[in-house]
């Protein structure tokens, strides 16, 4: 991670409900820098007043984070962005001075109970089926591109997962790097009408194609130009009725326009799309689209 050299401070953000838009102006700045990963960090935000059914997930972040980590939480509306960025600041000398730190939430335990499960006590079930070593087996099924049988994965994603709305967890099947099926466990988290903002819109786009540098001027207000930036989108990627695909929604969005998007269901607009393909079309909905497009799944 890199403590003892003079990095940027490197924070992972888990974003409650009203947090999107400050957290994302603040991460924005220098001398800091947004981890993509609870891995590549050593700075936990915890943003805002988060849900009791978020906490497992949230501890389970936290618990990914290298040792030495420290969780710093911002809940108060009144703390002004430049008050929470000194005691990132501050935080991040005490981590490379080796003054902080902080033990793991939850037991170390397998997802799943293996060991002495199955003929060989791997967890298995003979060939194919079963837990093996505490993850699920992937099983196969037909491609819905070509029919040809290939191994399908299942797995959920979120509520903190960067490149997902905040709160948002999906239940997803995988072929490959393909999403053959896809269903929402639990919405986004709501979000203030400045979480739809062009420049913060236009930034998620940007950072998903890699493009960090450009996101941050986005949201500085210095808009990145050029046929590039929108050429980075594949064409005709996520076209949605009455406004456009995701390509022309990135130019509405480094325009200063963020377009009315129709609320779409999530478990139709997915499947056949590669996996980055997908986030960068969810990315290019502004958060209150996605709020609609994913409701509260109605109780078993």
């Given at each position: 991670?890199?403590?003892?050299?003079?990095?940027?401070?490197?924070?992972?953000?888990?974003?409650?409900?009203?947090?999107?838009?400050?957290?994302?102006?603040?991460?924005?700045?220098?001398?800091?820098?947004?981890?993509?990963?609870?891995?590549?960090?050593?700075?936990?935000?915890?943003?805002?007043?988060?849900?009791?059914?978020?906490?497992?997930?949230?501890?389970?972040?936290?618990?990914?984070?290298?040792?030495?980590?420290?969780?710093l939480r911002w809940t108060i509306a009144e703390e002004t962005a430049d008050?929470?960025?000194?005691?990132?600041?501050?935080?991040?000398?005490?981590?490379?001075?080796?003054?902080?730190?902080?033990?793991?939430?939850?037991?170390?335990?397998?997802?799943?109970?293996?060991?002495?499960?199955?003929?060989?006590?791997?967890?298995?079930?003979?060939?194919?089926?079963?837990?093996?070593?505490?993850?699920?087996?992937?099983?196969?099924?037909?491609?819905?591109?070509?029919?040809?049988?290939?191994?399908?994965?299942?797995?959920?994603?979120?509520?903190?997962?960067?490149?997902?709305?905040?709160?948002?967890?999906?239940?997803?099947?995988?072929?490959?790097?393909?999403?053959?099926?896809?269903?929402?466990?639990?919405?986004?988290?709501?979000?203030?009408?400045?979480?739809?903002?062009?420049e913060l819109c236009a930034a998620r786009m940007l950072t998903l194609l890699?493009?960090?540098?450009?996101?941050?001027?986005?949201?500085?207000?210095?808009r990145p130009s050029g046929f590039w930036v929108r050429g980075a989108v594949?064409?005709?990627?996520?076209?949605?009725?009455?406004?456009?695909?995701?390509?022309?929604?990135?130019?509405?969005?480094?325009?200063?326009?963020?377009?009315?998007?129709?609320?779409?269901?999530?478990?139709?607009?997915?499947?056949?799309?590669?996996?980055?393909?997908?986030?960068?079309?969810?990315?290019?909905?502004?958060?209150?689209?996605?709020?609609?497009?994913?409701?509260?799944?109605?109780?078993?």
């Open positions: 991670m890199g403590l003892s050299s003079p990095d940027p401070a490197s924070v992972f953000a888990a974003i409650g409900p009203g947090w999107q838009a400050p957290v994302e102006r603040l991460l924005a700045r220098q001398g800091l820098r947004r981890a993509l990963t609870p891995r590549d960090a050593g700075i936990l935000l915890v943003a805002g007043d988060m849900p009791g059914t978020a906490a497992e997930a949230l501890s389970r972040v936290h618990d990914q984070l290298p040792h030495p980590r420290v969780t008050a929470v960025a000194e005691r990132i600041a501050a935080t991040w000398r005490d981590l490379r001075a080796g003054e902080a730190d902080e033990s793991d939430h939850l037991p170390d335990q397998p997802p799943n109970e293996w060991k002495g499960v199955g003929p060989h006590g791997q967890g298995g079930k003979g060939m194919m089926g079963g837990t093996p070593y505490g993850r699920t087996m992937a099983m196969t099924g037909e491609d819905i591109r070509d029919g040809l049988q290939l191994d399908r994965y299942t797995a959920r994603i979120g509520p903190f997962a960067p490149m997902l709305p905040p709160g948002l967890v999906l239940e997803v099947t995988l072929q490959g790097d393909v999403i053959v099926a896809a269903s929402v466990q639990s919405p986004p988290f709501a979000q203030p009408a400045d979480a739809d903002a062009p890699g493009l960090d540098e450009p996101a941050r001027r986005s949201i500085r207000g210095r594949p064409r005709d990627l996520g076209r949605i009725k009455d406004a456009g695909n995701a390509r022309d929604r990135l130019a509405a969005f480094l325009a200063g326009d963020s377009p009315a998007v129709a609320a779409t269901d999530l478990s139709e607009l997915l499947p056949g799309l590669e996996w980055s393909e997908a986030m960068l079309v969810l990315a290019s909905f502004p958060p209150s689209s996605i709020l609609r497009a994913a409701p509260i799944p109605e109780a078993a």
